[in-house]
């Protein structure tokens, strides 16, 4: 039972680990995928190279995990990488993209292939269990890589679409055909024009849109070790107005753009409480900050990317073997991001950043029995809470808050939201009824 005790001098968090699932045959970095449905419950997706499909969730606070039977996934299939995403905030709309290597016993010859699964059917008691019986396969002339979904502005206003890199050196989209009911392969020029301009083979795609949907930054990270980055406006048709490439010796195989604090919806109940503010966030000039993990060399996290672009190491990333992963997200509940590096030497480093020196400081880090292979952060317990799911060479670990300091921090912040003497021109008081 691994424990990881986190501590800023305000608050503490103590994560340990709840659950752990043993796979029979491991999976890679993108075999793991969280999937929420309309209730704002998550499932988590976990493939293993031997085509097998799991779903861990939990129904009335007990674990589960079970096979989904995908179709068209042959048994001499290997499956490559896996994403997934619920369309709909009102219904289950989910959408499962598989990527698949399937060999040929008798030739030896390899194809591949994309399988998209979809259907909506609001008799069944599985939707996740209706989707796996609908595929729509679609042959591909490379090697599948990163399988990754966004939106774009299409004809009939924003549409999710998948993004895919393979072994040619391009990044393909695809997108839903109204017509045939299906997907095909889209013209990347003229929805992401960025991608014309990345260079071989593409290990981790990552983008972000400002608030207001007028620009996004795009960044990629590659196997030849370079990481392109872009500022994309896209007011009228997509254009690019900056980008930087950085260059290093060995692959880099993930990279992130995130805002330095976290974005959570004020509950309409609370509504009172904040001072109404006027939203600066429709980023009239979006600079984000971008975590770029290099396979063998160290980590970086850079800022004012596409001006003076500084960058801060995060250290010992570069002694604790190949790494693997990354994440951004607030472990620790404080409303700021940290940055999380996975490796294959079994440790996850935590990064913070220090506000008064403007560096990212090694927070804490935490030993696993295994090599990492991929991390999402959800809540996939269902209480309300986040949880740390990692993926290792033998199954998958989730790291849960403690509840009782959760639920002390939580009364905290509350007893100081309401200590607030005057708000929008009536007293606490006046606002609870006291």
């Known amino acids: 039972m691994a424990a990881l005790q986190l501590e800023d001098g305000k608050s503490k968090i103590s994560l340990s680990e709840a659950h752990f699932f043993s796979l029979l045959t491991q999976g890679n970095l993108y075999t793991l995928t969280p999937l929420t449905d309309a209730k704002g419950l998550t499932k988590l997706l976990v493939a293993t190279l031997q085509r097998k499909i799991y779903c861990i ?9 079970r096979e989904v039977p995908f179709t068209y996934i042959p048994g001499c299939a290997e499956i490559v990488s896996i994403d997934a995403v619920n369309r709909s905030i009102i219904q289950e709309d989910f959408i499962v993209g598989i990527t698949i290597i399937k060999k040929d016993d008798t030739t030896g010859q390899q194809s591949c292939f994309f399988n998209v699964y979809s259907d909506w059917d609001m008799t069944c008691d599985s939707a996740l269990d ?26 009939s206003g924003w549409e999710t679409v998948w993004l895919l890199s393979g072994s040619d050196g391009c990044i393909h989209i695809y997108q839903s055909d109204d017509e045939s009911h299906g997907y095909q392969e889209a013209d990347t020029y003229c929805a992401f024009p960025e991608f014309e301009e990345v260079e071989g083979i593409t290990l981790c795609i990552d983008v972000l849109y400002s608030t207001d949907n007028k620009r996004r930054v795009t960044a990629t990270s590659g196997e030849n070790g370079k990481v392109h980055m872009f500022l994309v406006n ?27 604090t976290t974005n959570v919806a004020v509950p309409e109940i609370l509504q009172a409480f904040v001072s109404k503010k006027e939203d600066t966030t429709s980023d009239q000039k979006m600079s984000p900050l971008i975590a770029v993990a290099n396979s063998l060399e160290s980590c970086f996290v850079y800022r004012d990317v596409f001006d003076n672009c500084q960058g801060c190491l995060l250290q010992d990333t570069d002694i604790n073997d190949v790494v693997t992963c990354c994440i951004v997200c607030d472990i620790d509940q404080d409303g700021e991001l940290e940055v ?38 959800c809540d996939v317990m269902g209480d309300g809470s986040l949880q740390l799911i990692v993926m290792t060479t033998i199954g998958i670990h989730i790291f849960q808050p403690d509840p009782w300091e959760l639920a002390a921090l939580l009364l905290n912040r509350l007893e100081k939201l309401c200590d607030h003497t005057y708000v929008n021109g009536y007293t606490s008081q006046e606002l609870t009824g006291k």
């Open 130 to 155: 209706v989707v796996s019986q609908n595929c729509l396969p679609l042959e591909l002339k490379f090697v599948p890589y990163h399988l990754y979904h966004t939106k774009t502005y299409g004809k």
């Open 340 to 377: 999380l590096i996975g490796t294959y030497g079994q440790v996850i480093l935590i990064y913070k950043n220090n506000e008064e020196t403007g560096q990212w400081e090694l927070y804490h880090s935490v030993t696993l029995p295994c090599p990492v292979l991929a991390m999402v952060h």
């Open 234 to 260: 896209l007011e009228s048709t997509p254009k690019i107005e900056a980008s930087k490439v950085m260059e290093w010796d060995y692959p880099s195989p993930s990279v992130k753009i995130f805002n330095q």
């Open 57 to 65: 969730e939990y129904s009335n606070g007990r674990p589960l995990m």
